[in-house]
C-alpha cells in the first residue's frame, strides 16, 4: 500500500488572488494589445536556455509558447486556445476583451458578484443587438460575387504584419486562396479539408502557387532531373490506385494476439508472407498501377510487386492517406481478406516534378476538389507565419459559408456595438434593475465597463497616434490623425472599415458622444444607411471580419472574465 | 525478523492530541471555503503542479485537491467526503457548524467538562433532536406529484436552484435549472418517476456528456442514450427505425491470455494458414447467426479485428466497438437484457436481443457519437441525456459536478425523513422542502431558544446552547457574504435579525419562514423559488454532532513513521 503514498507535498493558498495579479494582467494585456491588427508589433519569444527564437504576432502561434505561471491567467489561456480550436481567428481579440473587463473592474467600486450578474445581462443585450436586423456593423454576405469574399481573405492576411504581403502579394495570395477554396467547395457546402498546405523556404512569397491535386514529398527519385514515369493503365489512361492502410510488413491484426510456440522448421514469417502475397496477386489481378500503403511494405513483397510492375508509395502516414482518399475515390483497405475491386480508386495521371529542388509525386485527378496550396517565404518564421494565415484564412470560409453575415472590421463593429449597447441600456434601464436586483449606478459602471472594453480594443486594432472618432447613427469608427495639418479632403473622410463616408463636422470624439442627446433615432435614415453599406460592401474591397469567430470570442471573453472576477482563493500544488 | 520488529517500534510515535490543534485545523479548512458560501460566493481555483486548472466553488472538491496530511484534517475531510456522497450538497455547511461549535466548546468548556458534553451530545441525538426534527417538519413545504403536480414541479426546481445558485450567476443558474428540469419526466407514475431520479443519480457518469463549447448557457438535453464513441463501420446500414442488436462482452475471436502462459502452438509449415481459416470461419458464423435472427447492429465493448468487420459488414451488419464496458453494462440493466458473455452455440437467447426504436449517428462536441433510443417493454424509465457544455475541461468537470449534486439533493428531498419512514407508504413520491436563504438554520434556532426557556435537562441545555450559536453563525456568515457593503454589517445583521424574529413571533397560525435573498434582503425565500431538501439539512446537522463527539472522544494519536 506504501505505493499509494501521494506525490503531492504541499499546497499553497492565495486569498486575494485578483490583486496580485494586476501587473500580469496589464503585462498580458499589453502583450496582446501591441500584437493585434496591420500595424501590431511582433513578438520575439526564445526560452531562457536559449531555444528556437520564434517571431509572430498571432494567438495561435504565441499562446503555446508563453509558459504562464498564475493561475488566473492560465485560465484565460486556455479558454482563448479552446476558442481557437475551434474557430482559429479571434484569440487575441477575446484575451484583450477579458483583460480589460478583468482591469477595469478590479479598480472600480462595484462589488463584483454583483458586476458578474450584470455582464451576464450586457452580454445577452449585445447578442441581441447583433441579431437584430438594424445593427449597422454588419452586412448580409452574398456568395454571388466574390468581392466580399476577397475583401475578408484579404482583411485576415494583411492582420499579421510579419508576412510582410505588399499590395501586389496580398492580392495574389488572398486570389489563391479564394480560388483554391472555391474549387474545393463541393455541393452540400461540406469541405472537410480539402487543400493541402505545403511550405517551403528560400523563395518569394509571389512565386507562391496552387495546383489541383495533392504533391507528395517522393524522395526516392532523385531531384538532379525530372523523370517519366510509367504506369500500368486501364482505358481511358487511368490508372487504378489501392489505398492499404493496414501494415504490409506483416505485423497486422489478421492472426489472433498473443503468444506462439513454434518447432525449429516451421517457418511462419512465410506463412503470413505468403497470406499478404496472396492478396496483392489479387490486386496485380485487377490491373492496379499504384498501390500507395499508409504503413510499412514488407521488402519481400516489394521486390515481388515492383517485379510486376506496381508502383509502390508506402510510409505515407495518416494525414496524408486521408487527402488521398478524397482524390482518388479509393476505399481505404484495411484487411486482406476483404475483395479488393470494390475498394480501388483511380487517377488520372501521376508526375514528378521538381519544385524547389525537392521531389515530388504530383497526383492529379480532375473535379475532385482537392488542391494544394504551395507558399513560399524567403525565412522559415515568415513561412509559419504565412502558413497560419493561410489556415485561418481557409477556415473563416468555411465557417462563413454556414452563416453568411460579416461584420464591418478595423474597429467599426465594436465601436457600433458599443454605443447600441449604450442606447439599448437607456431603454431598459428599469428592467434590468428589477431582474438583478443592483443598484443603478452599479449598472451604468458595469456597462461603461462593457463597452469601454469593446472601445479600447477597436482603438488597438489601428494605428497608435490616431484620435477615434464616430458619426451618429452608424456609429462607425474613423481614425483622424491627431497631427493632421494637412486639411486637404476633411469634406469626405472615409470610416475605418470603408464602407461609410462623412464629413469631418458630422465626426465627433468616442468619448463626447452623449447617448441621451441621440435618443430619438430615426429608423428611416438608419435602414438607409444600412442598405448602403450592403451595396458598398459589395462593389469595393473593404474591411470585414467574420462574424461567427467574433461574436463567440466576444462571448467567450466575458465568460472567462466572470470566471476570473469570481476567484476568492487560490490552491496551488508545490512538488 | 528482528529487523522488522525493531523497525516497527521505533517507527511507532505517539503524541497526545491537544484540542486546540483539532480547532486550529478545522479553523483552517473553515477559512478556505467560507467566502464561498452562499449564492454570492467566491469560486477557489485550483492550479496542479502541471498546469492544469479547475475552478470550483464545491466543499469537497477543495478539500480533496488539498491533500491534508494531519490525521485530525483526514478525519474532517473523511466525514465530509462521506456525507456529500449521500447528501450532494451542505459541506460548506458542515465545515461551518463544525469549528463554530469546536469554537465554542474551546472558549467555555474546561477539559473536564468535555466528557459530560459527550454524553450531552448522545443525550440529544436521542431526546432532542427528533422533536427538532417534528418541530421543522411542521413547518416544511411537502407536496405530492400525485395530488398537486404544479407544485411538486415547482418544489424540484426550488432544489435545483438552491444547489446551482452558490456556483454560477443568476442568469446561468436559471438557464441551467430549466435544462435539468426539462430532463425529467413529470408524466410517469410515481414510482417510476422515484426510480427515473434514482437511475439518474446512480448512472450519472452515462446520462451526462461533457461537452466543450462557448457557453455554460448552452447546456441542453438530448433523447435517450448516447454513446460516446465513434469506431463505428458501415453504419448507414443502420439508420432504420427499429433495430434489433446484440451486446458482446467477449470478443468473436476469442482470446489468448498471454499473462498465464497460455500460447498457441505451431507443429508445422500449414498450421497457422489453418488456424487463421479457422478464425475466419468463426467469424462468418457469427454474422450467419446474427442474420438469422434479423440482428443488424453488434455492440461490442472490446475491439473486433479488421477481418471480423469485413465479414460482418458484408452481411451488411453494423458494429460498435471499444465502447466502454459502463455504458454496455448500463445499457443491458435499463433494457433489463443480458449481455453475450461466451460465443454462442445455435441462437442468440430472446433476452439477449436488444430493441431499439431508433439509432443514428450524432456529432457531438466534434466527434462522432452513436444515439441510440431503446424501446421494449421493461424499460427502465429513463429519457434524456444531459449535454453539459462549457468552454474548457475543467469547467465541465465543475459543472458536472454541481449538477450531480443538485440532482442528488433533488432525490434526497424526495425520500421521506426518517421519522416518517414507517408511517408513509413508498408508493407515493412526496417532496420535503424547506425555504433556502438560512430559513431552516433560523427555524431550528427559534425552536432552540424557545425550549431552552423551558425547563430541560442540564445536559440538552448546554447542546442546544452551542447547536444554536452555530447555527447563528452559518446564518452570519450566509449573511456577510450576500450583503454588498462590508460597512456595518453586524448591525444590520442584527437588525434584520430581530425584525426575522418579530415577524414569526407575532404570526403565528400563518407561520412564514424568512430567509435572505442574494443581496441580503429579508424574504420569503419560498415566493423566490430557492428551496432546500430537508433530508440533506438533516444529515448535515446530525453529521456534524456525530463528527464533534469523535473529535470530543479523541485525545491521542499514534503514527507509524516511514523508516
Not at chain 1, 12 to 33: A, T
Not at chain 1, 146 to 169: A, G, N, R
Not at chain 1, 483 to 499: A, F, V
Not at chain 2, 519 to 525: A, H, L, N
Request: charge should be neutral.
Amino acid at each position: 500500500m506504501s505505493g499509494r503514498k501521494s506525490v503531492k507535498e504541499e499546497s499553497k493558498v492565495h486569498h486575494g488572488e485578483l490583486k496580485d495579479i494586476l501587473e500580469g494582467i496589464r503585462l498580458l494585456k499589453n502583450i496582446v494589445q501591441t500584437s493585434r491588427g496591420p500595424y501590431g508589433k511582433v513578438k520575439v519569444i526564445q526560452n531562457a536556455s536559449g531555444g528556437h527564437v520564434t517571431l509572430t504576432s498571432s494567438s495561435g502561434r504565441l499562446l503555446p509558447l508563453l509558459s504562464i505561471s498564475k493561475p488566473l491567467l492560465k485560465l484565460l489561456v486556455t479558454s482563448a486556445e479552446g476558442h481557437l480550436q475551434k474557430f482559429s481567428d479571434g484569440g487575441l481579440s477575446l484575451m484583450a476583451w477579458c483583460l480589460n473587463i478583468v482591469e477595469s473592474a478590479e479598480n472600480s467600486v462595484v462589488n463584483n458578484r454583483c458586476l458578474i450578474e450584470l455582464n451576464d445581462e450586457l452580454m445577452e443585450l449585445a447578442l441581441s443587438v447583433l441579431n437584430s436586423d438594424s445593427f449597422p456593423g454588419k452586412v448580409n454576405l452574398s456568395l454571388s460575387n466574390t468581392v466580399q469574399i476577397l475583401s475578408l481573405v484579404k482583411t485576415i492576411l494583411s492582420s499579421k504584419p510579419l508576412c510582410k504581403l505588399s499590395d501586389e502579394c496580398l492580392k495574389h495570395i488572398a486570389s489563391l486562396i479564394v480560388e483554391c477554396f472555391l474549387s474545393s467547395v463541393k455541393e452540400d457546402h461540406k469541405n472537410a479539408n480539402c487543400i493541402m498546405i505545403l511550405t517551403s523556404e528560400g523563395l518569394s512569397v509571389d512565386q507562391s502557387k496552387y495546383v489541383p491535386g495533392i504533391l507528395l514529398l517522393y524522395p526516392e527519385i532523385s531531384s538532379s532531373n525530372i523523370k517519366t514515369l510509367h504506369f500500368n493503365m486501364i482505358q481511358d489512361r487511368r490508372i487504378l490506385v489501392a489505398l492499404v492502410t493496414a501494415s504490409m510488413s506483416g505485423d497486422s491484426e489478421e492472426v489472433i494476439q498473443g503468444q506462439y510456440h513454434q518447432n525449429a522448421e516451421v517457418n511462419a514469417q512465410q506463412t503470413v508472407i505468403e497470406y499478404i502475397k496472396t492478396f496483392c496477386n489479387g490486386i496485380i489481378g485487377h490491373k492496379v498501377g499504384v498501390i500507395m500503403c499508409q504503413r510499412v511494405i514488407h521488402p519481400k513483397i516489394k521486390s515481388h510487386l515492383r517485379e510486376k510492375g506496381i508502383f509502390l508509395i508506402e510510409r505515407m502516414g495518416a494525414r496524408i492517406s486521408s487527402f488521398v482518399q478524397d482524390l482518388t475515390g479509393a476505399i481505404p483497405i484495411d484487411s486482406f481478406s476483404c475483395d479488393p475491386k470494390k475498394n480501388l480508386g483511380w487517377l488520372d495521371a501521376i508526375d514528378h516534378v521538381i519544385l524547389n529542388k525537392k521531389s515530388y509525386l504530383h497526383l492529379q485527378r480532375a473535379d475532385r476538389g482537392v488542391n494544394s496550396l504551395l507558399l513560399y517565404g524567403m525565412e522559415e518564421e515568415i513561412v509559419s507565419e504565412l502558413k497560419l494565415v493561410c489556415e485561418t484564412a481557409l477556415s473563416s470560409l468555411q465557417n462563413i459559408l454556414q452563416y453568411l453575415i460579416l461584420l464591418c472590421g478595423g474597429g467599426c463593429w465594436e465601436t457600433s456595438l458599443a454605443f447600441s449597447i449604450k442606447q439599448k441600456m437607456e431603454e431598459k434601464r428599469s428592467s434590468v434593475l428589477e431582474n438583478t436586483m443592483c443598484t443603478s449606478s452599479a449598472l451604468s459602471a458595469a456597462c461603461e465597463i462593457f463597452c469601454n472594453s469593446l472601445l479600447q480594443v477597436a482603438k488597438s486594432s489601428g494605428h497608435p497616434g490616431v484620435m477615434m472618432m464616430t458619426s451618429f447613427p452608424t456609429f462607425h469608427c474613423w481614425r483622424v490623425p491627431l497631427d493632421s495639418d494637412e486639411h486637404c479632403n476633411l469634406d469626405n473622410l472615409t470610416c475605418s472599415c470603408g464602407m461609410v463616408t462623412e464629413q469631418m463636422d458630422n465626426l465627433m470624439s468616442v468619448n463626447d458622444v452623449k447617448i441621451d442627446s441621440h435618443s430619438s433615432i430615426k429608423d428611416a435614415v438608419l435602414k438607409n444607411d444600412i442598405s448602403n453599406l450592403q451595396q458598398i460592401s459589395q462593389t469595393k474591397s473593404c474591411i470585414v471580419d467574420s462574424y461567427i469567430s467574433n461574436v463567440s470570442a466576444l462571448r467567450n471573453a466575458v465568460s472567462t472574465a466572470n470566471m476570473i472576477l469570481n476567484v476568492g482563493n487560490c490552491l496551488q500544488d508545490i512538488n | 525478523m528482528l529487523r522488522l520488529f525493531r523497525l516497527q517500534v521505533t517507527g511507532m510515535e505517539s503524541k497526545l492530541l491537544d484540542f486546540s490543534k483539532s480547532l486550529q485545523i478545522c479553523k483552517a479548512l473553515e477559512s478556505l471555503v467560507s467566502r464561498g458560501f452562499g449564492p454570492q460566493g467566491l469560486q477557489t481555483l485550483m492550479c496542479t503542479s502541471t498546469g492544469q486548472v479547475l475552478m470550483s466553488n464545491n466543499g469537497a472538491t477543495i478539500f480533496n485537491a488539498l491533500h491534508i496530511g494531519h490525521p485530525v484534517g483526514r478525519l474532517v475531510v473523511d466525514a465530509v467526503n462521506q456525507m456529500t456522497q449521500y447528501t450532494g450538497d451542505g459541506s460548506k455547511v458542515f465545515i461551518i457548524m463544525l469549528t463554530d461549535m469546536l469554537q465554542q466548546i474551546d472558549l467555555r468548556y474546561s477539559e473536564r467538562e468535555r466528557g459530560e458534553l459527550i454524553r450531552g451530545i448522545t443525550h440529544f441525538n436521542q431526546h432532542l433532536f427528533p422533536r427538532l426534527q417534528q418541530h421543522v417538519l411542521k413547518h416544511s413545504r411537502t407536496c405530492n406529484l400525485s395530488s398537486d403536480k404544479k407544485a411538486f414541479c415547482e418544489s424540484i426546481e426550488g432544489v435545483l436552484r438552491g444547489v446551482i445558485s452558490p456556483h454560477y450567476s443568476a442568469r446561468v443558474v436559471e438557464s441551467l435549472t430549466r435544462v435539468v428540469m426539462s430532463s425529467l419526466n413529470f408524466d410517469l407514475s410515481p414510482s417510476l418517476f422515484l426510480e427515473q431520479i434514482s437511475i439518474m443519480t446512480q448512472n450519472f457518469s452515462q446520462l451526462a456528456i461533457k461537452n466543450i463549447g462557448s457557453s455554460i448557457s448552452d447546456s441542453a438535453t438530448v433523447d435517450s442514450y448516447i454513446i460516446q464513441r465513434d469506431f463505428v463501420t458501415n453504419f448507414e446500414m443502420c439508420s432504420m427505425d427499429c433495430v434489433k442488436f446484440v451486446v458482446l462482452m467477449c470478443s468473436i475471436e476469442g482470446h489468448i491470455n498471454s499473462e498465464d502462459g497460455e500460447s498457441i502452438y505451431l507443429s508445422t509449415n500449414d498450421s497457422l494458414g489453418n488456424f487463421m481459416k479457422y478464425q475466419r470461419e468463426r467469424a462468418e458464423k457469427f454474422a450467419s447467426l446474427c442474420n438469422e435472427q434479423d440482428i443488424t447492429l453488434v455492440i461490442s465493448s472490446m475491439g473486433i479485428p479488421k477481418y471480423c468487420l469485413q465479414v460482418l459488414s458484408s452481411q451488411k451488419i453494423s458494429v460498435i466497438h471499444y465502447v466502454e464496458e459502463e455504458d454496455v453494462e448500463f445499457l443491458s440493466q435499463m433494457c433489463q437484457k443480458s449481455m453475450i458473455s461466451e460465443f454462442p452455440i445455435t441462437k442468440f437467447m430472446e433476452k439477449e436481443i436488444f430493441l431499439a426504436s431508433s439509432c443514428k449517428r450524432v456529432i457531438m462536441n466534434g466527434r462522432l457519437c452513436v444515439q441510440v433510443i431503446p424501446s421494449g417493454e421493461q424499460l427502465a424509465p429513463f429519457t434524456k441525456t444531459l449535454l453539459l457544455t462549457a468552454p474548457t475541461d475543467g469547467l465541465c468537470a465543475q459543472l458536472y459536478t454541481v449538477i450531480h449534486k443538485a440532482i442528488k439533493a433533488v432525490y434526497l428531498s424526495l425520500n421521506p425523513p426518517c421519522l416518517l419512514k414507517t408511517t408513509e407508504d413508498s408508493e407515493n413520491c412526496t417532496s420535503f422542502t424547506l425555504p433556502g436563504g438560512a430559513s431552516f438554520e433560523l427555524l431550528c434556532r427559534a425552536f432552540l431558544v424557545k425550549i431552552s426557556r423551558n425547563k430541560i435537562h442540564n445536559k440538552d441545555m448546554q447542546m442546544a446552547e452551542i447547536l444554536e450559536r452555530a447555527f447563528l453563525t452559518v446564518t452570519r456568515i450566509l449573511y456577510r457574504n450576500v450583503s454588498e457593503t462590508t460597512m456595518n454589517e453586524t448591525h444590520n445583521f442584527l437588525v434584520k435579525l430581530s425584525y426575522i424574529q418579530n415577524e414569526t413571533d407575532s404570526s403565528t397560525d400563518s407561520f412564514k419562514c424568512f430567509g435572505f435573498d442574494r443581496r441580503g434582503t429579508v424574504k420569503d425565500m419560498e415566493k423566490e423559488g430557492v428551496l432546500e431538501s430537508l433530508n440533506v439539512k438533516f444529515h448535515v446537522v446530525s453529521c456534524v454532532l456525530n463528527l464533534l463527539s469523535t473529535i470530543l472522544k479523541t485525545n491521542g494519536i499514534i503514527g507509524i513513521k516511514n523508516a
